[in-house]
């Protein structure tokens, strides 16, 4: 059974920055990191590809948002800065073995990390 083991959500002021980890127990081609806000669906936020190093970033994300990767240690990191109070959440790391479109289905799922910024 793949586990998806999530850290570094907190509560953060506006303007603040935020490191959210997932290391994933077995070696994944795709990662990617959902918002899930109060009352509203999961959204991609951002994603990484292990075998090439592409990304993906929403609209929101990008310029305030870094997705890396550490290959040896199947980890995806999103350094996230300049934090909104639009950007409260849950974060939800997701992964899947094989290469698809960012939007197609991810078969592991984390539980989640809690990001608060409050204004």
């Known amino acids: 059974q793949v586990q998806l083991i999530e850290s570094g959500g907190g509560l953060v002021q506006a303007g603040g920055s935020l490191t959210l980890s997932c290391s994933a127990s077995a070696h994944m081609n795709d990662m990617a990191w959902f918002r899930q806000g109060p009352g509203q669906e999961r959204a991609l936020v951002a994603g990484?590809?292990?075998?090439?190093?592409?990304?993906y970033y929403s609209t929101g994300a990008k310029g305030r948002f870094t997705i890396s990767r550490a290959n040896a240690e199947n980890t995806v990191f999103l350094q996230m800065n300049s934090l909104k109070t639009e950007d409260t959440g849950i974060y939800l790391c997701a992964a899947r073995r094989t290469q698809s479109n960012w939007y197609s289905k991810y078969d592991y799922w984390g539980q989640g990390t809690q990001v608060t910024v409050s204004s």
């Open positions: 990484i590809r292990f075998n090439n190093g592409n990304t």
